[in-house]
C-alpha cells in the first residue's frame, strides 16, 4: 500500500503486522502497482506544493529507488495511477495529462493530445489501456501499445 507523506506500507503471508518500508520522499503517493514482489511501482506528488515534481518509484525487492524522468511542457506536480503488464511494460498517468511510458531500459514522455488531469487506468491488454479523469468535464484516453490518443466528453462529469 502507498500514502501519505511516501509511506509504503507491505504485510507478507503469514504475517498480522504491517512493515512500514521508508521510500525517502514526503510526497503523497497516490498509487501502486506490483508486478511481482520484487517489481513494484509507486507514484506521487504533491500538488500542494509551490516547487514540487512528480514522484515514481520503483521497489526491487530490497528498497525503493526514485526514477528519473523525463522534462516535461506542462507545470505537472504529481502522477495519479501507474499499471504494469510486465517488467518492460509501464505506463503512469497525472496531472495535465501527464503520461510517461517504461520500456524496461527508460522513460519516455508521450503526447496525450490533452492537457486535462488523467487520474486512473486499467487494461485489458498491454495495448488496450483506457485512461480517464477531468476536471469540468470527463477526459477518456487510450493506450495502444505505441501512444495515447485522447478525447474530452462534453457534460460528462470528471471520472475516476
Known sequence: ??????????????????EVIPTG??????????????????VGGDIAAEDAAPVLM?????G????????TDRPAKALFKVLASADDDVLAVGQFGLVYHFNGQDWRLVSSGTSED????WGLSP???????????????????????SEVLPGQPAMN
Open 118 to 121: 488523467f487520474i486512473s487506468l
Open 127 to 149: 495495448d488496450n489501456i483506457a485512461i480517464v479523469g477531468g476536471r469540468s468535464n470527463a477526459v477518456l484516453g487510450r493506450w495502444d501499445g505505441q501512444g495515447v490518443t
Open 58 to 62: 520503483h521497489w526491487d525487492g530490497s
Open 64 to 71: 525503493w529507488r526514485q526514477e528519473t524522468l523525463p522534462a
Open 25 to 42: 520522499v514526503e510526497a503523497p503517493l497516490w498509487g501502486i502497482w506490483a508486478t511481482s514482489p520484487d517489481d513494484v511501482w509507486t
Open 1 to 18: 500500500m502507498a500514502g501519505e507523506r511516501g509511506v509504503t506500507l507491505r504485510r507478507k503471508a503469514g504475517q498480522e503486522e504491517f
